[in-house]
C-alpha cells in the first residue's frame, strides 16, 4: 500500500493504477487459490473503479467493500454461466472480458455488457 502511496504523490497514475490493483488484489483473495480468470475479472474491474474517481488515495474500507462487490458479481456470473446451456467455454472467457460493473450507484450497482 506504501507503493501506491507514494506513485500516488509523484503523480504516477500507471504505477499508481497498478500498485493499488496489486495491493488490494494481495489483501483480499486467498493466496491458495490461483483463478486467472478471476484475476483478469477483478484487475479490470478494479482499475475501472480507480479511474472513476478524483484521485487514487483509496481507504482500506472502500476497497474492502469494491473487492467484495467484484468477488460477489463474479461469483454469480459464474453461477449463471455454468447453469446456461448456451455458454462453453470460449464464451464464458469472452463474456467475463465484455462485462463491466458500474459503480456510479454502490447501492446498487449495475453490470453492463
Known sequence: MRKARQAAACGDRAQCLKAFTDAFWLRCT????????????????????????????????????????????????RISMDE???????????????VEIDFSSLKSPTLTA
Open 30 to 77: 486467498d493466496a491458495d487459490i490461483i483463478d486467472i480468470e478471476y484475476s483478469s475479472f477483478f484487475r479490470y474491474q478494479f482499475q475501472v473503479y480507480l479511474l472513476g474517481r478524483a484521485d487514487f488515495l483509496l481507504p482500506l474500507d472502500e476497497g474492502d467493500e469494491i473487492c467484495a462487490l467484484i468477488r460477489e458479481t463474479y461469483e454469480k456470473m
Open 84 to 98: 446456461s446451456p448456451f455458454i462453453v467455454d470460449e464464451g464464458e472467457w469472452n463474456l467475463l472480458k465484455s
